[in-house]
């Protein structure tokens, strides 16, 4: 019997992906009760020939690979939903690599049929040291740390009930029956000449599941490794970061207000003259800073203005759910 499946959206990650799914197959779990879906979303690399390769090495294991043509992950995660036999659908990154106790510890939370959605910790492999800069990005409270544009969240060393919004895309488990009762993940990492259709992904099935108080776990032992490489940690790559997510939160909001009337934009912060008696270094992070916050600005802007423009993208956005059809509109 299958428990879970495990599912890789993916597009032109090859070798990240061989990465990814030999941690996969090493998990300390009964190979029989598990699968691994390999969702190719359209590559143009090598990774045809990576998931097959890995299913000729691993011949006990069930891993399967699926071309789903559809752009954006929300296409990837949903075909690799409607193509699963477990009773327990986890979706991971195609750069993530998962500690052999990842899975073991997911199926654990799982045992109390209260828990409808499960997360663990998503730690940081640099491909180089992070800048200073970057610190300012990082949040401690209470013994949790996170930064969000890296995809990094540690939550302690203790299982404990967290909020569903807590549990993020690349690490990510959730029974069955819960995603097509909540209706999907929203559209998420659409390509940049698709940026109009971006959606805010796992945080708006996450919102739904807090809204029906459902039952989230943080499992401590869950844990992956996010491979971030030198581009994720330079400003440009902050500022695609902070872009993508005003795109996010313009459509959450949108969503949340019913239309794109009375949203109040976000305002731009002046790249100014700093007081002199900082030092040039920190003069030029506060310049750095202003930029990021600014692209962010950008993108919430962008994308307010596409939807204002087109009453089929309003139609996109506003959507009861993406579940059954994730086709992206004709514009």
């Known amino acids: 019997m299958v428990k879970a499946s495990i599912i890789v959206p993916t597009k032109n990650r090859a070798n990240s992906l061989a990465s990814t799914i030999r941690s996969l197959v090493a998990q300390d779990f ?7 879906l390999i969702v190719d979303n359209g590559s143009t690399d090598e990774t045809h020939n990576v998931a097959e ?44 690599e998962a500690e052999s106790g990842w899975l073991p510890a997911i199926i654990d939370a799982f045992n109390d049929p209260k828990v409808h959605l499960v997360g663990g910790p998503s730690l940081p492999n640099f491909e180089v040291e992070p800048q200073d800069w970057v610190r ?29 919004c807590y549990v993020w895309g690349l690490n990510f488990a959730i029974r069955k029956n819960t995603l097509f009762d909540i209706g999907g993940f929203h559209p998420d990492c659409i390509s940049k000449n698709l940026q109009h259709f971006q959606g805010d992904g796992e945080t708006g099935l996450t919102s739904k599941a807090k809204e029906k108080k459902l039952k989230a776990i943080y499992a401590p032992d869950a ?49 100014k003259t700093l007081p002199s008696h900082l030092s040039a270094y920190e003069q030029y992070k506060q310049i750095i800073y202003q930029r990021i916050q600014n692209s962010y600005v950008d993108g919430f802007r962008f994308h307010q203005e596409a939807v204002r423009k087109s009453d089929k993208l309003l139609e996109w956005v506003l959507r009861d759910n993406y579940l059954f059809d994730y086709t992206l509109p004709k514009i």
């Open 30 to 36: 009964p190979v029989q009760e598990y699968e691994v």
């Open 53 to 96: 390769n890995m299913i000729a090495n691993y011949q006990s294991h069930r891993i399967r690979y699926i071309y789903e043509l559809e752009p954006g992950l929300l296409s990837g995660r949903h075909r690799g939903a409607f193509e699963s036999n477990g009773e327990i659908l986890i979706f991971v990154d195609d750069d993530i």
């Open 136 to 164: 300012n990005y990082w949040i401690k409270k209470n013994g949790r740390v996170v930064c969000g544009p890296l995809s990094v969240s540690y939550n302690g060393d203790k299982k404990i009930e967290i909020d569903p």
């Open 223 to 271: 844990t992956v490794y996010h491979n971030i490489p030198i581009e994720r940690l330079t400003v440009k790559g902050f500022e695609e970061r902070n872009y993508y997510q005003g795109v996010c939160d313009s459509f959450t909001q949108i969503r949340k207000n019913g239309g794109i009337t009375n949203i109040s934009l976000p305002q731009y912060c002046p790249i």
